[in-house]
């Protein structure tokens, strides 16, 4: 059983950055892909950004992608999301997620493991 927690959400300007983070319980998270996803009102959870088991690889929408950077620290069971430059467009409630596979797969329901989301705000 993993849990999760996302702390770091909250309100910014565009063109701010923000780091969220996804701290997990657990023993054996160093093996599992994580990735982030998020969700306003009204629309499907969509795909982030991801990393597999080790951080070498990691895979981002293309929506983010220049932008978003995301590291991980198995030693302390966290993974990071480093947000510049964010646009309006990136208001959304994030989630973090993970599987018990090495890899990361865009699908959100091929992650067995959600947090609660944390609120990501982007004032124009």
């Known amino acids: 059983q993993v849990q999760l927690i996302e702390p770091g959400g909250g309100l910014v300007q565009a063109g701010d950055s923000l780091r969220l983070s996804c701290v997990a319980s657990?023993?054996?998270?160093?093996?599992?892909?994580v990735g982030w996803f998020r969700q306003t009102p009204g629309k499907e959870r969509e795909f982030v950004a991801g990393?597999?088991?080790?951080?070498?690889?990691?895979y981002y929408a293309d929506s983010v992608k220049g932008r978003f950077t995301l590291s991980r620290d198995n030693a302390k069971n966290t993974v990071y999301l480093k947000m510049d430059s964010l646009k309006f467009e990136d208001t959304a409630v994030y989630y973090c997620?993970?599987?018990?596979?090495?890899?990361?797969?865009?699908?959100?329901?091929?992650?067995?493991?959600w947090g609660q989301g944390t609120q990501v705000s982007v004032s124009s």
């Open positions: 990393i597999n088991w080790n951080g070498i690889s990691t």
């Open positions: 997620a993970a599987r018990p596979q090495l890899y990361v797969v865009v699908t959100a329901t091929e992650y067995l493991y």
């Open positions: 657990g023993r054996t998270f160093s093996s599992y892909a």
